[in-house]
């Protein structure tokens, strides 16, 4: 995790592009606050807002900076539901209960539209539209699809025929696709950055540079240690992603690290009308798959070609500009100009893991390759949980926190990875027709079913038994601290 610009963000299109926002500076002094949240990425920040706006005081604390990570490196793409494909939540909680969560998934996108209404800052630049397109020529499959999104989940999808697809997206590799008119693309950091100033006007206290070291999670104030000051607080919100491993060891192995890869192309001039005049975000495909949106009139930001250890960013970034190529020959070479990668938290279900751990421990995390709505989606529920005592984040409670399968569950990541990579190229080349239904998310590929059960049964805790979330092993324990 080397973050190697001196401004504490890795350098990209988006710290290239970015509003100027003051740093803000670290905690220095003791603070009794009713709310400390960990974690200033997306989940944090709508979480302190609301806190704030519910009248609450609240302190943010950020180990680097503000949306530094994936909240402020990722794809964009603003869309409805979640990492799982809908067939498997719908398989997993029934359909009248997935269609709730569903609804949860679009008031978060709804939540991030309206906040950008909101913010005073330009270069936030939302576009509307998404077109999940398959790179196999199989109507029934997208019929399926659409009728699961549509009449049973009541989601506004539309179905393109291949034709309508390719007057606006110019390759033969593509069929039909599902269209989301409601979803959009966005230049996330910048979001974060005024989503962090609307949380400071309504109050909250945010922390730069300020990791919290240790939590003493025990009796009615909590108390979070940073290295020059302490938090005393009656809830904590634990949003930091990934990275809470460091403080909360167990939580972090309910998590899985998935590197995700995004690259900017040189400018493609008139090139580029003549390959794409679609101007939402693009997805061909299931899983680990090409993503991508036209920005600064003339270049492709890409993203996708996930792994589960840090790789070399710009060979990532120049395979993914290959992929554009090799879509599009009519743009001729295409030069990748920025690559860049950030880590996300993949659950073993593919779901966020939303929910009261123990009296006043909150978790906000495992948002996986679908952070941009979900995380607006955990931020409104856990304050309203801790504000006005609202309990809807249990309907995420199905979802416990499961052992994310440490090296081995890594392996097993890498090679579905690789596998769905591999299965939907050679299918495509083959024009076969049984592949999955699509609805899945960004940088997100199907865990292999059997690694999942098999994992999940050695290691779950039985969360039925108790109202709160269960942790894999013991309880939290009285003291953990930064390894
Ligand atoms: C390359 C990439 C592309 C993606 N594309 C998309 C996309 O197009 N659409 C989409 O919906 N999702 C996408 N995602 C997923 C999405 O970005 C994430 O799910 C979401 O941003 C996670 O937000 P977060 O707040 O949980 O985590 P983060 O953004 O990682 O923020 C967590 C913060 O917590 C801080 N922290 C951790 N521990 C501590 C501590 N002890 N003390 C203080 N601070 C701490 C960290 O420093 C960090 O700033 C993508 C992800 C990546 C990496």
Known sequence: MSVSDRTGYRPSWYTATAARTAE?????????????????????LTTAREIARGGW?????????????????????????????????????????????????????????????????????????????????????????????????????????????????????????????????????????GLAALAEQAGAHIFEHAPAVAIDPGGVRKRIDT?????????????????????????????????????????????????????????????PDTHYRVVDGDRLLVCGRATVWEADAHALGRGLAADIAGLYPQLGAVECELCWSGVLGRTIHDMPQIGELAPGIWLASGFGGHGCNTTALAGNLVARAIVDGDDTWRLFRPFELIWAGGSVGRAAAQIAYWWTRRREAGKARQGNRHADPIGGAPASARWPERAESHLSLAMRSDASATDAMVLPEAALPAEPHLD
Request: aromatic share 6%.
């Open 24 to 44: 803000r500076a670290p905690l220095t002094t003791d603070l009794d606050v009713d709310v400390c949240v960990i974690g200033a990425g997306l989940a944090g």
């Open 57 to 193: 005081s609240v302190a943010v604390l950020e180990a680097r900076r503000i949306a530094w990570n994936a909240s402020g490196q990722n794809g964009g793409f603003v869309l409805p539901g979640f990492a799982a494909p809908a067939s498997r939540v719908v398989e997993r909680v029934g359909l009248a209960h997935a269609k709730e969560l569903w609804a949860l998934s679009q008031a978060g996108l709804d939540y991030v539209r309206a906040t950008i209404g909101e913010i005073a800052m330009p270069d936030i630049d939302p576009v509307d539209g998404w077109l999940n397109v398959s790179k196999l020529d199989d109507t029934a499959r997208t019929a399926a699809t659409l009728r699961l999104l549509e009449e049973d989940l009541g989601v506004e999808v539309e179905g393109w025929a291949s034709e309508r697809v390719r007057e606006v997206l110019k390759t033969d590799r593509y069929f039909d696709a599902v269209h989301f008119p409601g979803a959009f693309h966005m230049h996330p950091l910048n979001y974060a950055l």
């Open 227 to 287: 290295p020059q000051g302490r938090v005393r607080a009656a809830h904590v919100v634990l949003a930091g992603n990934v990275h809470v491993g460091a403080l909360m060891p167990q939580l972090g192995r309910t998590l899985l690290p998935v590197w995700s890869y995004v690259a900017v192309t040189a400018p493609l001039g008139p090139r580029l009308a003549q390959a794409i005049t679609y101007s939402g975000a693009v997805s061909d495909g299931v899983g």
